[in-house]
């Protein structure tokens, strides 16, 4: 059983697009997160969401959205897409009342945005 | 705000033998949690070994082993009996212990490149 999975893996679009990735994790977490992994491998948190509240990193930009229908589904939509936003993008989960475990990770999506 | 740093972009070692990947970090919190996660080619994120602030013995995962100096604020990762499979980017990141604002976010450090000669 996949814990966080991602889908789709891979997705190339064109500059202006619209796009949505998504994220379900089937371990019972509260907490759900989108990182940002550039072409250097820097990953960066874009967002995390616990419950209804929702934390959002100021330098993301507000073409992404992210939209959570339930505790195990936290979706990424990007508007607009622009080459700089082509990158790998991570969702992850933890338990918010468990600080010392591990962030448990999807398998990440490339989006290259041409 | 937190950083989390790692000097080496890349290091090699040979099979078998021992390498040892640095981190540094800076916080004002007394309470965290510090982790070395590992990035093979297929991308996936996989935990390798964690660590509690408040814990003063080092965690030990079969070949993984850390070395914490909370004073310093360092936090090394010693790979002993190096093998072709631990080849990849091996990232330390840290957790706050307060909720707080951060919501439980991993801050990164940059990565370091791990290769491994046969």
């Known amino acids: 059983d996949t814990a966080v999975s991602q889908t789709p893996k891979y997705l190339v679009t064109q500059m202006g697009n619209d796009k949505s990735i998504k994220c379900e994790q089937n371990?019972?977490?509260?907490?759900m997160y989108w990182y940002k992994q550039d072409s250097k491998k820097f990953l960066k948190i874009m967002f995390s969401?616990?419950?209804?509240?929702?934390?959002i990193n100021e330098t993301v930009p507000n073409r992404f959205s992210p939209k959570s229908p339930d505790k195990a589904h936290l979706n990424l939509h990007i508007n607009s897409l622009e080459l700089g936003d082509s990158a790998v993008y991570f969702c992850?989960?933890?338990?918010?009342?468990?600080?010392?475990?591990?962030?448990?990770f999807g398998q990440g999506t490339r989006l290259t945005v041409v | 705000a937190q950083t989390v740093t790692q000097s080496q972009p890349e290091m090699s070692v040979q099979e078998a033998e021992t390498v040892t990947l640095s981190c540094t970090y800076d916080t004002s919190e007394s309470d965290y949690y510090l982790f070395w996660y590992k990035q093979p080619p297929s991308r996936q994120m996989i935990l390798v070994i964690r660590q509690e602030a408040y814990k003063q013995q080092n965690a030990t995962e079969n070949r993984f082993s850390v070395n914490f100096q909370k004073a310093a604020k360092s936090f090394s990762l010693k790979i002993s009996d190096s093998q072709l499979g631990d080849a990849a980017m091996y990232f330390c990141?840290?957790?706050?212990?307060?909720?707080?604002?951060?919501?439980?976010?991993?801050?990164f450090g940059k990565g370091t490149k791990l290769s491994v000669k046969p």
């Open positions: 992850a989960s933890s338990q918010r009342t468990v600080m010392n475990t591990e962030a448990f």
């Open positions: 969401y616990n419950n209804k509240e929702l934390i």
């Open positions: 371990l019972g977490h509260d907490t």
């Open positions: 990141a840290y957790r706050s212990a307060s909720y707080g604002g951060s919501q439980g976010n991993l801050i």
